[in-house]
């Protein structure tokens, strides 16, 4: 007798064999999802084995089940948005620090991509349309984590955030006040989006919180995370759609807390080991992209990151935040002058 299977005719294995391969490819397939389901399958017996889960069929739903649930993690898109349309353009220059069971690889250039502003938010039914996004696929798993640099049309850094990806597609909305140049002040909302529709889903969490960049030079500029936002002009950020901004910022557990927090931290936003297309002014190593204002653009992140490798990948992996964490040349000089005190103490 003759069984058919993907196109291919050979002879059906017997049945506790079929079982024994389906039990091991729901446990290959299922990963972390669901192990305890799959374990359970091993307690069955042979000839419960052969009634449930023999046929090829119930092989196949396994797979969907488990193409579902990977479908769309650490997916995002990503929109930049000004109330009072002061900027015709923003460059959102966007990089990827790959997580590592203990460690953040060191960033990756995905790219630069330019916004329009202007024009960018129309009313319709109380509602408003966004009109420029963009969405990044592949090479994006739960856990990474996105870094966003924002840029003004004279290439002056005027924001900068990072976001923790999360286990299914994510909204992520910056919002920009009237003179960012001025406070260096971003808004960071961001949620799951399963639906993509570019709004956070109901009944999930929203993270919620404020970033301010300050220094003049690219090697003195640093980006500090803010625990409330008291010290920023609220009114400036509001959104209709969105949650009115926030008393205390709302931060990811990760972003928060452990060795990987910048919760009420400063961190560089040119460190030195950075690679040359992350660090240099958008245009000058690589090409800028524009996002289109009519339809979602979307990007696939691990071709561009392979397209850049020459000049957007840094090397060296991230231990804790405090390998970036800015540190002034005032607290480095008292450090040094501690230490040769010291050294001169010892030699007496």
Excluded at 145 to 174: H, K, P
Aim: charged residues 20%; hydrophobic residues 30%; proline residues 3%.
């Amino acid at each position: 007798m003759k069984n058919t299977v993907h196109g291919t005719s050979k002879q059906s294995r017997p049945l506790w064999q079929r079982a024994s391969v389906v039990v091991v490819a729901s446990t290959m397939i299922l990963g972390n999802y669901d192990v305890q389901r799959a374990n359970a399958f091993t307690q069955i017996s042979t000839s419960e084995a052969e009634t449930a889960i023999a046929s090829d069929m119930q092989l196949s739903q396994t797979v969907q089940i488990a193409k579902k649930l990977d479908a769309h993690r650490g997916h995002f898109g990503l929109t930049v948005l000004q109330p009072q349309g002061t900027l015709s353009y923003v460059t959102a220059r966007v990089s990827l620090k790959a997580k590592r069971s203990n460690s953040y690889l060191a960033e990756r250039l995905i790219g630069d991509f330019r916004y329009k502003l202007k024009g960018k938010i129309k009313e319709k039914d109380g509602k408003y349309k966004l009109k420029s996004k963009a969405k990044f696929i592949r090479g994006l798993n739960e856990g990474d984590r996105v870094v966003i640099r924002l840029f003004n049309q004279q290439n002056q850094l005027i924001g900068y955030t990072e976001c923790d990806l999360l286990s299914d597609n994510a909204a992520i909305t910056l919002i920009l006040p009237d003179q960012p140049s001025q406070y260096g002040v971003v808004r960071t909302v961001y949620g799951i989006d399963a639906n993509q529709d570019g709004l956070i889903d109901t009944r999930t969490n929203t993270y919620d919180y404020f970033t301010q960049v300050t220094g003049s030079s690219y090697s003195e500029q640093r980006a500090t995370f803010l625990s409330s936002s008291q010290t920023v002009n609220t009114s400036s950020f509001q959104i209709a759609g969105l949650p009115t901004p926030p008393k205390n910022c709302v931060y990811t557990n990760s972003l928060s807390n452990g060795s990987f927090a910048v919760a009420s931290r400063t961190v560089q936003v040119f460190s030195s080991n950075l690679a040359s297309a992350i660090t240099a002014p958008p245009g000058q190593v690589v090409q800028v992209i524009d996002v289109s204002d009519t339809n979602v653009s979307t990007y696939e992140a691990s071709n561009l990151i392979l397209n850049y490798k020459e000049v957007g990948v840094s090397e060296g992996s991230i231990t804790s935040t405090s390998d970036y964490e800015y540190k002034s040349s005032s607290k480095v000089k008292v450090k040094e002058e501690k230490g040769k005190k010291a050294k001169k103490d010892y030699s007496k």
